[in-house]
């Protein structure tokens, strides 16, 4: 199956600073990429997605990339503040069967005022 | 629109013990999903199921049963509850193939 890897697992910024989460999988045939944000005791939420036909995309403060070359996706989110804080999970699917996602084990994310 | 619910929202049960989560879903989804979430190991899929009537195994499916006998509902059963059960249980519900999925609140179930 699908094996996800994401780095790094804790990450600590200042407000208003970048952020930077990356993930790498193995499936080459992988082609949706999804990313959830867990707040504490919530349940995950989507804050963003991509799909292999496109490279980047955007959404305010929040970006994702994807290098279908190399096997990795990266999510960014710009002039951070405190209630991005939470855990950030990517996750990656071929789209066959039940869309099954594999996710990557979690970055837990602390902006710090 | 209440989206994905989830019942019970905390449960503890004792070793060898039965007992069944239940999903609903108000979004008319096709899909449905089961995931464990443990400490440091991300989002597990237990089953699945891709439309009413059918089922199918995930990545961890040993110890769990699931029905979907309605389009609706999609329930996660444990026969013999085992301490290697503990962990805090997702369902989720998608339209179709490679969209959003929707998750419930979670059930954390405890096993002594």
């Known amino acids: 199956g699908e094996n996800v890897e994401q780095h790094p697992s804790t990450l600590s910024v200042q407000e208003g600073d970048s952020a930077v989460i990356k993930c790498t999988y193995s499936d080459s045939a992988s082609n949706y990429f999804p990313w959830y944000k867990q707040e504490l005791g919530k349940r995950p939420q989507l804050i963003i997605d991509?799909?292999?036909?496109?490279g980047e995309k955007k959404d305010q403060r929040i970006a994702v990339t994807l290098n279908k070359t190399a096997k990795h996706f990266s999510l960014h989110i710009t002039e951070t503040q405190p209630e991005d804080s939470a855990v950030y999970f990517c996750?990656?699917?071929?789209?066959?069967?039940?869309?099954?996602?594999?996710f990557g084990t979690g970055t837990r994310l602390t902006v710090i005022p | 629109n209440a989206g994905v619910t989830q019942t019970p929202k905390f449960r503890v049960l004792k070793t060898g013990q039965s007992m069944t989560l239940l999903c609903a879903q108000d979004?008319?989804?096709?899909?449905m999903y089961w995931y464990r979430q443990d400490p440091g190991m991300g989002l597990r899929l237990i089953h699945y199921?891709?439309?009413?009537?059918?089922?199918a195994k995930g990545e961890v499916p040993d110890g769990y049963n699931v029905s979907r006998l309605k389009k609706q509902n999609f329930l996660l059963g444990l026969e013999s509850a085992a301490p290697s059960q503990t962990s805090v249980y997702f369902c989720?519900?998608?339209?179709?193939?490679?969209?959003?999925?929707?998750f419930g609140d979670g059930t954390r179930l405890s096993i002594l």
């Open positions: 989720a519900s998608s339209y179709r193939i490679n969209q959003p999925q929707h």
């Open positions: 979004m008319n989804h096709e899909y």
């Open positions: 996750a990656a699917s071929k789209g066959t069967g039940a869309n099954n996602l594999f």
């Open positions: 199921s891709v439309g009413e009537g059918t089922t």
């Open positions: 991509i799909r292999s036909n496109v």
